[in-house]
Antibody, heavy 118, light 107 residues
């Protein structure tokens, strides 16, 4: 079965750090671009970061310089290192595969919740 | 940044009704527009890509149209499981894609 499974969310104080992980299974992970998309409670979807198959990374302006996306193809795992966290980073974080046949985010994980609060 | 607006914010319909959802972009995105469905407590699901192409496994009652700045998602006859929030996403300047604010389809 093709799936993504996130972990690593939790409660952290402002200025703190967290590392999210997303384990892929059921498809050749190394061939795909993968994204982090977040959703604040009761709000819409917000693109955070993307890493393509060539290991090039992209960031939303709101997280640039604070978040780092990476991948370990040997472990079929995507990461998001989040530093200098702010209250406005509180959200459900989804990893999502960028489709090759279907030009969209065609596979999503179930999400991991990050809460930044003092 | 390309800004997407969606209308209406809420669409109140009944099973069997036809639903027409609109998405407008602040500048042309050609046909690089996708639609997603999200139910409470779940991740989004890709419905339509490249404005009109149904994603794998999506029922034929879902259709998309439009190009440039104006797009429409149509659900021909609402099933009970279709009551959800629908988001459009522009992919014109991949990967810096943006989402619209969503349209809630409720009973």
């Amino acid at each position: 079965e093709v799936q993504l499974l996130e972990s690593g969310g939790g409660f952290v104080q402002p200025g703190g750090s967290l590392r999210l992980s997303c384990v892929a299974s059921g498809f050749p992970f190394q061939n795909y671009a993968v994204n982090w998309v977040r959703q604040a409670p009761g709000k819409g979807l917000d693109w955070v970061s993307t890493i393509n198959a060539a290991d090039t990374s992209y960031y939303a302006d709101s997280v640039k310089g604070r978040f780092t996306i990476s991948r370990d193809n040997s472990k079929n795992t995507l990461y998001l290192q989040m530093n200098s966290l702010r209250a406005e980073d509180t959200a459900m974080y989804f990893c999502a595969r960028d489709g090759i046949v279907d030009d969209g985010c065609d596979i999503w994980g179930q999400g991991t919740m990050v809460t930044v609060s003092s | 940044e390309i800004v997407l607006t969606q209308s209406p914010a809420t669409l109140s319909l009944s099973p069997g009704d036809r639903a027409t959802l609109s998405c407008r972009a602040s500048q042309s995105v050609s046909s690089y527009l996708a639609w997603y469905q999200q139910k409470p407590g779940q991740a989004p699901r890709l419905l339509i890509h490249e404005a009109y192409k149904r994603a794998t496994g999506i029922p034929a009652r879902f259709s998309g149209s439009g190009s440039g700045t104006d797009f429409t998602l149509t659900i021909s006859s609402l099933e009970p499981e279709d009551f959800a929030i629908y988001y459009c996403q522009q992919r014109s300047n991949w990967p810096r894609f943006t989402f619209g604010p969503g349209t809630k389809v409720d009973v």
